[in-house]
Every structure is written in structure tokens, then in C-alpha cells.
């Protein structure tokens, strides 16, 4: 194995030392959060060198020894992780001394986890083999409980429950799917291979093994009607852990997704059209299910729900620009959530409450999380100037493209409910006719408000010059077309 090849690996090998140094020594001053900076830029510079190799070179993937896959869409989630890593810890190094300084003796393994939690996401976006994806993923979406119920109270500890019973249940489901396509195939199945793989099954075998995806992989995603874990554990996490679960961990279940289910859905018209059917519950029930939310995570969460139906239509369609579109939206929901999210968690870190009518009673003069929350709310109704309008565009006319005329209204219709919750809320919270302010942005760290500004700027920065991330999403795009052929 060659000394190129090893600095490939940092991407997971870094953070996973790094989370057992932080475990054995980061109860020392700044030792935790310097680390935590150091492995994550250490697999950002790892994932860069997998980039400008992939674009060096004639292939359209990395293979090592049938054991390691890189392509595109394996880069492109490699990034969006560690970029959303870093940011959770820049974020936290402000957010959790005071908001859980009742858990102070637990922080480094509070960081530790989130360093381990990277690495085997990292880890999972590199493996060749099905059954090993699926390992690692499972590895990944168990530390993340740890992170759910770090406040350790009543509901924190429900939520975490309640995530880990659905979670592994539902995705053993994909596991069942990848014993039976192993069976089927004699031999173990591959990313290199499952599209031979799905071509030679009997018809009932591949619906059958497709549905048993379909099953795992949305629940890890959360979509309706697998969501129930969703809401309760994105609002009982810390607001740092929650941009990690949804700007990340969440995004195993789409890798998963575009690993096998996309795959069948060009085989077998009635896969895409049951994954599309899905999409669509879980773009409109989520708006819907927003209105009636009276914790402000909460209502963020099934707006979030909402989103992830765009993504998951897209990806089942036979088209390059179908696949496009669910790659960029899949980024800039990640941006959009960020946004809200880290927004919302300064937002609690002051008024000290989750309670929507609780902090409408506040006088709240936060200029740059205002901003920040109402860009993202624009971003999240797809306005232009925005990134998501690019992708939800493109996604509009994908559908429409391919016959779903009903699906793209409903997209449309879906949007516009979210982003009327978003800004009624949001003009209810910020802008009060009291001059007496009680709440202002003195009260908030300023790694909270960089790491919130910096989501909002790159939604900006994409929406506005999208030529800046186009090729890596044309890399991923064609990845996964590459497979499917």
C-alpha cells in the first residue's frame, strides 16, 4: 500500500485517534478542543487529496484491493461530514460550558464521541463491501445516542431510547436486504458489482430485497411514516448535536439510499415510484405537522422532515438532472438546517427555554441571529439568491420531466407551507414592538454566531455563484450514474 494511499485514510483514521486521545487526556484545559480542530482539518486535507486524485486521473473511482471505493459522491459526503464536525465543535467549545455545565466532568467524552462518530461516517462513505457499510453505519448511528441524551433528564433519555429501539430496528431491515441479495449472488455484494448484482435477480426477489432497503434506509433518514425517532431527538439534544445528527449522521441514511434503493429504482419502475410516493407524505405531512408545534426545535424538525422528501424523490429518478438536484439539495439542506439550527440553539442558550410562546414573552435584539434565522427561513422556501433555489428548481424540473406533475406541485406547495411556519414564528420571536431589550447578541459567544453566520454565507455564496461547488456535484452525480450503468 503506497504513502498516497494511507493519506487517503486519514479522513477516518485521524478523528478516530483522535477521539481516544481526547477520551485519555481532554479533561486537561483546551486539550479537547484542540485535538478535536487538528483530526478534523487532518481528514479535510485527507478528503482534498481524494478529490484531486479522482480528478487526475481517467476513472470515476478510487478502488483499492475490492476493499475501498472513492467516487464523487463519497467525497462529497466525506466534506459535508468533517465540515459540519468542525463546526459542531467550534460551536460547542462556546455552547456547552454554560448551557450543560452540569455534565463539565463528561465533555471530552462528549468530544470524543463526536471525533469517533466522524470517523466511522468517513469510514462508511470509503468501504466497497455492502455488509461492512452497513456495520459501520450501525456503529455510527449507536454512538450518536450517547450525544442524544447527553443532558441525561427524563426526556433526553426517552429520546434516546426511543432512537435507538426504531433506529437499529428499522435498519436491520437493509441488513436483511444485503443477506438476501449475498444469497442470491453467491458471493459478497459490492458497490462495484450490486448493479450486475440487481440485474440478474428474479423480479419478485429484487422488490422484494428493494422494499427491505426502502424500510432501513428511510427510517435512518426519518421520513415519513418512519420518522417517530426524528422530532424527539433533534429536540432533546443539545442544539450543537442536533445540527450533527441532522447535517450529518442523518445523511448515512441517503447514502445508504443511493448505494442500493437508487439502483433498483432504475431497474423497476414501481421501486421510484413507491420511494417518490413516500417523498411526497413526507414532504407534505411535514409542513403540516410543523403548524402545530409549540417547541421551536420541534417545528424546525418536521420542516426538516419535510425537506428530505425532495432529496429522496430525486434521487430515484432515471435522469442525470434528477440526481443533481438531490445532491445539491442534500447539501444545502444541510447549510439550511445548520443555519436554523445553531440559530435557534443561541436562541435557548439565552432565553434558557425551547417554548415558543415561553420566548415570544422575551424582548429578543439579536441582530445577526435575526438575520441568520430569517435567511434561513428564505433559503427553506427555496427564494432566489439562495442556493436551495437552484436545487429545488432543478428538482421541480426533474419531476415534471418524468411525468410526477402532481409530486412537483406538491413540492411547490410543501415549500411554501414551510417557510409560512418558519416566518410566523420567526417574526413572533424577533420582532417585538418593546424598545426594552432583555435578550441581545452581548448575551451570545462568538463562535456561536461565526459558526451560524458561516452556514447562511455559503447559502448565499452557492445560491449566487453555484460555478464554486458544480463540480464536485457533477463528480458525485456521475459517480452514482457510473454504478447504475
Not at 445523511?251 to 439502483?263: A, N
Request: net charge positive; aromatic share 14%; charged share 10%.
Amino acid at each position: 500500500m503506497s504513502f498516497e494511499w494511507l493519506i487517503y485514510f486519514f479522513s477516518f483514521i485521524a478523528p478516530s485517534l483522535a477521539s481516544l486521545i481526547v477520551f485519555l487526556f481532554g479533561k486537561k484545559r483546551f486539550i479537547k478542543e484542540l485535538i478535536s480542530i487538528l483530526s478534523i482539518s487532518l481528514a479535510i486535507f485527507s478528503t482534498a487529496s481524494c478529490w484531486n486524485a479522482l480528478n487526475l486521473s481517467d476513472k470515476k473511482a478510487l478502488l483499492l484491493t475490492q476493499t475501498f471505493y472513492i467516487d464523487g459522491f463519497s467525497i462529497i459526503m466525506q466534506l459535508m461530514v468533517e465540515f459540519v464536525a468542525l463546526m459542531v465543535i467550534l460551536y460547542s467549545s462556546a455552547y456547552i460550558s454554560k448551557a450543560y455545565s452540569h455534565r463539565k466532568e463528561n465533555f471530552h467524552i462528549y468530544y470524543s464521541v463526536i471525533l469517533l462518530s466522524t470517523g466511522f461516517m468517513n469510514l462508511t462513505f470509503s468501504l466497497n463491501n455492502l455488509f461492512w457499510l452497513y456495520i459501520t453505519l450501525e456503529l455510527g448511528s449507536i454512538l450518536s445516542v450517547y450525544l442524544i441524551v447527553f443532558n441525561l433528564n427524563k426526556e433526553s433519555l426517552k429520546a434516546g431510547f426511543k432512537y435507538l429501539i426504531l433506529i437499529n430496528v428499522g435498519i436491520l431491515f437493509s441488513l436483511l436486504g444485503i443477506i438476501l441479495l449475498f444469497y442470491m449472488a453467491g458471493n459478497p455484494v459490492m458497490i462495484t458489482n450490486i448493479g450486475e448484482v440487481i440485474k440478474s435477480l428474479p423480479r419478485n426477489i429484487a422488490l422484494l430485497s428493494a422494499f427491505l432497503f426502502i424500510i432501513g434506509f428511510f427510517t435512518k433518514v426519518g421520513l415519513i411514516p418512519f420518522h417517530l425517532w426524528l422530532p424527539d431527538s433533534y429536540a432533546e439534544s443539545p442544539s450543537a448535536v442536533t445540527v450533527f445528527l441532522t447535517g450529518a449522521v442523518t445523511k448515512l441514511g441517503f447514502y445508504g439510499l443511493v448505494r442500493t434503493v437508487t439502483i433498483f429504482s432504475f431497474n423497476y419502475e414501481e421501486i421510484k415510484i413507491l420511494v417518490i410516493t413516500l417523498s411526497s407524505l413526507s414532504m407534505l405531512f411535514g409542513a403540516i405537522l410543523a403548524f402545530n408545534q409549540k417547541d421551536i426545535k420541534k417545528l424546525i424538525a418536521y420542516v426538516s422532515i419535510s425537506e428530505m422528501g425532495f432529496i429522496a424523490s430525486a434521487l430515484v429518478l432515471k435522469t442525470y438532472e434528477g440526481i443533481f438536484g438531490g445532491v445539491f439539495h442534500l447539501i444545502n439542506h444541510t447549510l439550511m438546517k445548520g443555519a436554523l439550527f445553531f440559530a435557534t440553539g443561541a436562541i435557548i442558550y439565552t432565553c434558557g427555554s425551547r417554548k415558543i410562546e415561553e420566548i415570544k414573552t422575551l424582548i429578543i435584539k439579536m441582530p445577526a441571529i435575526t438575520i441568520s434565522f430569517f435567511i434561513g427561513t428564505l433559503a427553506v422556501g427555496g427564494m432566489p439568491l439562495f442556493a436551495s433555489f437552484l436545487s429545488s428548481i432543478t428538482i421541480f424540473l426533474a419531476l415534471t420531466n418524468e411525468g410526477f406533475l402532481l409530486v412537483s406541485i406538491l413540492l411547490i406547495v410543501s415549500e411554501f407551507l414551510s417557510v409560512v411556519i418558519l416566518l410566523k414564528t420567526a417574526i413572533s420571536i424577533f420582532w417585538q414592538k418593546n424598545d426594552k431589550s432583555k435578550v441581545s447578541n452581548s448575551s451570545v459567544p462568538f463562535l456561536m454566531i461565526f459558526c451560524t453566520g458561516l452556514f447562511v454565507v455559503l447559502l448565499i455564496i452557492f445560491g449566487i455563484y453555484p460555478e464554486i461547488i458544480y463540480p464536485i456535484i457533477d463528480s458525485a452525480t456521475r459517480g452514482i450514474i457510473k454504478i447504475i450503468d
